[in-house]
């Protein structure tokens, strides 16, 4: 499972899955007492998460990572969660108390380095190693990958339900179980999509988060029917043919 903290990043990459730098203001950040809440109903109801991933925007660009980082090491701790790591681009330095933190839950931090803060990703890595913290180091500066050309916020509604259902059975991302906003969806980029894209999402395609009594057999039906959404509608999925640079910077402000 992925956890959105907020799109909020000093990134503006043009080709962003998750359209992080068309986010609405409401979508930049969002609060560690909603967050604690989505994910304690999600335990309550018998949830254990295996691979749990901190993400943004920017997780280092998050203001109250540290006591995000608390709580979800009091749950691994607990049992609830097996392993934590945090995906970042690689452009800012945390404090000592996100690595003393990480090294106290076993938290893996994964760096991008997109060759815009190459020193600064190396710097992060470094100072991994000092902590003696599980890190990994994608060289994206070195072509070591690429990025899928999932659309931009223009691309057209597809209206074949075939041609959908088939995008989304051989996506890649269709097990990105994603937590943001008091929603589950089944890809990062669905929940964020429908705002940059101006489309409005199905009923099924998002599960509200929620203290209703019937929400355990709902969060069972969600995570077994797993369809295509709307979003899948304005995306070009997986394929593997439209492999493009990573992190072309569009140099918007916000
Ligand atoms: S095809 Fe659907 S599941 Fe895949 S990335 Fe696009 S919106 Fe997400």
Redesign the pocket.
């Given at each position: 499972m992925v956890l959105c903290v907020g799109q909020a990043c000093n990134f503006k990459c043009r080709n962003c899955?998750n359209f992080a730098p068309y986010s609405p203001r409401s979508a930049l950040r969002y609060s560690i007492k909603s967050m604690e809440e989505s994910l304690d109903i999600l335990f309550s109801n018998g949830c254990k998460i295996a691979n749990f991933q901190v993400q943004g925007g920017e997780p280092f660009a998050y203001s109250e990572l540290s006591t995000l980082l608390k709580y979800l090491g009091g749950k691994k701790q607990d049992g609830k969660i097996r392993q934590i790591v945090i995906a970042t681009n690689g452009s800012i330095m945390p404090s000592d108390e996100i690595f003393v933190l990480c090294k106290r839950h076993d938290i893996e931090i994964r760096i991008s380095d997109y060759n815009i803060a190459h020193e600064k990703a190396e710097e992060i890595d470094k100072k991994c190693a000092e902590f003696g913290l599980k890190h990994i180091f994608y060289a994206f500066s070195s072509l070591q990958g690429q990025w899928y050309d999932?659309g931009g916020t223009d691309i057209k509604r597809e209206s074949d339900d075939e041609v959908v259902k088939r995008?989304?059975k051989l996506?890649d991302?269709?097990g990105c179980l994603t937590l943001e906003d008091g929603r589950l969806s089944?890809?990062s980029?669905?929940i964020n999509?429908q705002f940059a894209q101006g489309f409005t999402g199905r009923d099924g395609d998002y599960l509200i988060i929620s203290k209703r009594p019937s929400f355990r057999n709902d969060l069972r039906l969600y995570l077994a029917n797993r369809h295509?959404?709307e979003?899948?509608r304005y995306?070009n999925?997986?394929d593997h043919t439209d492999m493009i640079p990573p992190a072309v910077q569009i140099g918007m402000e916000r």
């Open positions: 899955g999932l995008r989304f996506c991302f269709r089944y890809c980029r669905a999509s295509f959404m979003a899948c995306c999925g997986t």
